[in-house]
C-alpha cells in the first residue's frame, strides 16, 4: 500500500494496523502532532467521507493500493471553519422558528451548540483573545459567546420561547459582525498560515486589530480602580478574573508590538513621555513580579495598591506606546 501526504509519498511502517481505519487513525494522529488537520483522503481514486463511518475503513491493508491523504495547517482550518460558520449562522439565522417552537427545540439547540463549539475552537487554535476581538458599539466577542452559552444552559432543559429566539438572534447576528474581524486577527497573528499577493491588505488589517487594542487599553485603565475596591471588600474571585484580563491584554500588547517590525516598524523605537518599549515593558513586568509576590501570601491588600497606584500609572504609558504605534502604521 502506498501512502501520500500533499502528494508526497510516506515512508510509512506498518506495525499492528491490520485495516484501513487503523492506518487512517495513525496517520491523523501523526498529523495532528505536527500541527496539521486531514481535509481530504482518496482511497484507490474514491474520495473516502471524513463526516461518517465508511465500509472501506474496516478493509485490510492488503486490499487497498493507494491512500492520498490531503493535509492543511490547523490554523488555515481554523480560518476556513470561521468562513463556513458565517453561512451556517445566516442559514440559522434566516431559519423560521417562530412556527413552532416545540418541534424545531432540537434542531435549534443543535446549531447553538455546533456554532459554540465551532467558534471557541476556532479562537483557541488561532491564538486570538476574545476579550479583544471588538464589534460595533465595543462589544466583545468574549461577551458575544458568554451570551450564546448563558442561553445554550438557560434553554438546555426547558422549550426556548420567543424571548429567547430574540436574544438568540441578536447575538448571532453581533457574532457574524465579528467574524472578519476574527479572520485579521488571525492573519496577523499566523502569518505563515496566510499568504496575500499585496503586503498591503495584511498591514490594513494589522493597523485595524492595532487600532482596537489602543482602545481595550483606554477602557482598562477603569479597572485597576475595581480590581483594588473588589480585594479591599474581600470579593478575590473577580479580583484576581480581572487581573487575569490585564496579563493577556499585556502579553497581546507585546505581541503585536514586536509583529509591527513586519510592517516596517521599530518598535524598540518607539517612545512615550520619553520612555521606550523596553523601558515601560521591563517596569511593568517588574511591577507586576511584585503583584504576584504579595498574592502568593495573601497580602491582598498590597495587590491592591500596587494594581491602582503602581501598575495603572504605567498602563497608560503601554496605552501611549501602543497610540504611537497606530500613528506610524496609518502613515
Known amino acids: 500500500m502506498i501512502i501520500r501526504v500533499n502528494e508526497q509519498e510516506l515512508d510509512y511502517k506498518m506495525e499492528k494496523e491490520k485495516t484501513l481505519g ?8 501523526w498529523v495532528g502532532e505536527e500541527g496539521g488537520v486531514i481535509q481530504k483522503v482518496t482511497v484507490d481514486s474514491m474520495d473516502l ?5 465508511s465500509e472501506i475503513v474496516k478493509r485490510g491493508v492488503s486490499e487497498i493500493t493507494t491512500v492520498d491523504v490531503l493535509v492543511d495547517s490547523r490554523q488555515r482550518h481554523a480560518a476556513q471553519t470561521l468562513s463556513t460558520l458565517g453561512e451556517y449562522i445566516m442559514t440559522t439565522l434566516g431559519a423560521d422558528f417562530g412556527k413552532d417552537l416545540h418541534s424545531s427545540y432540537g434542531e435549534l439547540m443543535n446549531a447553538l451548540g455546533m456554532i459554540i ?13 476574545a476579550k479583544l476581538i471588538l464589534a460595533k458599539r465595543e462589544m466583545t466577542l468574549d461577551t458575544v459567546l458568554g451570551k450564546l452559552v448563558e ?12 424571548e429567547g429566539i430574540s436574544e438568540l438572534q ?12 476574527m479572520l485579521k486577527w488571525a492573519v496577523v497573528k499566523n502569518p505563515s498560515a496566510f499568504h496575500f499577493s499585496k503586503k498591503s491588505k495584511s498591514r490594513d488589517y494589522f493597523a485595524e486589530i492595532v487600532a482596537d487594542l489602543y482602545t481595550v487599553l483606554r477602557k482598562t485603565e477603569d479597572l ?11 470579593n478575590d474571585a473577580e479580583a484576581l478574573a480581572d487581573i487575569y484580563c490585564v496579563t493577556e491584554i499585556l502579553d497581546e500588547c507585546i505581541v503585536l508590538l514586536r509583529a509591527s517590525s513586519e510592517y516596517g516598524i521599530d518598535y524598540e523605537q518607539l517612545e512615550w513621555d520619553g520612555n521606550g518599549t523596553e523601558t515601560v515593558f521591563s ?12 498574592l502568593d501570601i495573601r497580602d491582598m491588600v498590597s495587590v491592591g495598591d500596587v494594581m491602582e497606584f503602581e501598575i495603572r500609572p504605567q498602563w497608560r504609558k503601554i496605552a501611549g506606546l501602543v497610540g504611537s504605534m497606530c500613528d506610524l502604521i496609518g502613515e
Do not use: W
Open 170 to 181: 441578536a447575538a448571532l447576528t453581533c457574532l457574524v459582525s465579528l467574524l472578519p474581524k
Open 283 to 294: 517596569e511593568v513586568s517588574n511591577t507586576l513580579r511584585e503583584a504576584m509576590e504579595a
Open 117 to 129: 463549539e465551532a467558534s471557541t475552537h476556532a479562537t483557541r487554535v488561532l491564538g486570538l483573545r
Open 22 to 29: 487503523e492506518v487512517l487513525e495513525s496517520i491523523e494522529k
Open 49 to 53: 467521507p471524513l463526516s461518517q463511518e
Open 224 to 234: 485597576f480602580e475595581k480590581i483594588a475596591e473588589n480585594l479591599q471588600i474581600g
Open 151 to 162: 442561553l445554550e444552559k438557560k434553554y438546555k432543559s426547558r422549550y426556548i420561547d420567543e
